[in-house]
């Protein structure tokens, strides 16, 4: 396919009619439904006109580049790009006033919208564009499920019901504890006491000492 600033230059200069003309009708069409295209198929478009004068097909990418595919002139005779009769991608062929194109094997290059346009008039005729695209796949992560929050429900910890060998276990536990800290605060209490009437009575003695002295 050729690109054709032409053609786009044409556009801007308002030397076209977009759709219907006072005396020339022009649509495009599938024969086929070309919802879910999938690469490698076959993509079949009817150009439909009310004059036998001969159609280009035009195709737009999706970057909105216009490429020329090919000329059917009024004997139905083809014109591909670079004047070659015959193309890999594509075939043309008219009969009557129908206009086809078939692209041989669809690919993502292949994707975006095609338009037949005419010359009647010394004005030009484009067609409403037919979209011809891929299947938009989208890929799902993988999700897992966890556990589902209680909505509403406060759980307190002090709420729990008490285990009954756990609270015996405590009890023991702290009679334990008292049986063995109580004496042992008791000794060191006693222990407390002798060590400061000790000092007290040395300190005394040493007093008593001094004093003999002098």
């Known amino acids: 396919m050729d690109r054709s600033p032409a053609l786009l ?13 006072v005396s020339l009708e022009i649509k495009v069409m599938s024969p086929t439904d070309i ?16 004059r036998p004068s001969g159609a280009f097909w035009i195709h737009q990418d999706k970057s909105g580049t216009l490429h ?13 790009s670079r004047d070659q009769k015959t193309s890999p991608r594509f075939e043309a062929s008219k009969e009557n006033t129908i206009y086809r194109l078939v692209v041989k094997s669809f690919t993502p290059q292949d994707e975006g919208n095609y338009f037949c346009m005419m010359i009647f008039n010394q004005m030009l005729y484009f067609s409403p564009g037919q979209p011809a695209f891929l299947p938009v796949t989208t890929t799902l992560a993988p999700t897992t499920c966890g556990p ?29 504890h008292i049986f063995i800290w109580v004496p042992l605060a008791g000794a060191c209490l006693l222990l407390l006491i ?4 000790t000092i007290v009575l040395c300190q005394r003695t040493r007093r008593r000492r001094c004093r003999c002295k002098r």
């Open 9 to 21: 230059l044409l556009l801007a200069l308002g030397l076209c009619e977009y759709g219907h003309g």
């Open 35 to 50: 919802t879910q295209l999938r690469v490698g198929e076959k993509l079949e478009l009817e150009c439909q006109t009310n």
């Open 68 to 80: 020329v595919i090919v000329f059917i002139n009024s004997m139905s005779r083809t014109t591909f």
């Open 148 to 176: 589902t929050p209680k909505r509403g429900i406060t759980e307190h910890p002090d709420l729990k019901t008490p285990d009954p060998e756990r609270r015996t276990q405590e009890e023991l536990n702290f009679f334990c």
């Open 194 to 197: 002798a060590l400061v009437i």
